[in-house]
């Protein structure tokens, strides 16, 4: 099946710095999704972006499906952005499940 | 608007007890799922379902059962559940369209002792 690989794995920020997060999957997609994971557990849809680019605030997305890749940016980072980052993708016909990289785990410290 | 809810939110068992977890939906959606995350791990598929009255098998369905008998409801069961069943429970839907992203309720931590 199709394989999805996130890096880096754990990410350590201070305030203010900027990152990007990186997700490539082994094979072609109908969609791909980031999520953010707070402290909570929550997972909070940050973008549907099965190509192009895409901006929310401080967050931007951007994925290059023919070469298989989407890119997670953040600017300006903040302690409320600490949690696990997640790119998940749908490889097949509408209503297959999506299969979820591990993660990203981020820290912003003040 | 609610838009996918999980009840309980969280539940403790002993080995072998049964329980059902709820997903309710108010979006129409005709696609539901459950998931299951581990430690340090995404999320994994347990069983879908694409419509009123239809379910498959995801990636890990073994000792889990579920229904859809109404479009906006999809159970999930543990017959007699598992130590190896402790684990944060997920629920989602989405349209039947291409192109539509996935929804996710707030999760259900579920542990068995």
């Known amino acids: 099946g199709i394989q999805v690989e996130q890096s880096p794995p754990d990410l350590i920020l201070q305030e203010g710095a900027n990152s990007t997060l990186r997700c490539n999957f082994s094979d072609s997609v109908n969609n791909l999704q980031w999520f953010h994971q707070n402290p909570w557990g929550q997972l909070i849809n940050l973008f549907y972006i099965p190509s192009g680019t895409k901006q929310n605030g401080r967050l931007s997305a951007t994925t290059v499906a023919t070469e298989r890749y989407s890119l997670l940016y953040i600017s300006s980072s903040q302690t409320t952005d600490s949690g696990v980052y997640f790119c998940?993708?749908?490889?097949?016909?509408?209503?297959?499940?999506?299969?979820f990289g591990k993660g990203t785990t981020l820290s912003v410290s003040s | 608007n609610a838009g996918v809810t999980q009840t309980p939110k969280f539940r403790v068992l002993k080995t072998g007890q049964s329980m059902t977890l709820l997903c309710a939906q108010d979006m129409n959606h005709e696609y539901m799922y459950w998931y299951r995350q581990d430690p340090g791990m995404g999320l994994r598929l347990i069983h879908y379902?694409?419509?009123?009255?239809?379910?498959a098998k995801g990636e890990v369905p073994d000792g889990y059962n579920v229904s859809r008998l109404k479009k906006q409801n999809f159970l999930l069961g543990l017959e007699s559940a598992a130590p190896s069943q402790t684990s944060v429970y997920f629920c989602a839907s989405s349209w039947a369209d291409n192109n539509q992203p996935q929804h996710f309720g707030d999760g259900t931590r579920l542990s068995i002792l």
């Open positions: 998940a993708v749908e490889p097949g016909q509408a209503g297959t499940a999506l299969i």
């Open positions: 379902s694409v419509g009123e009255g239809t379910t």
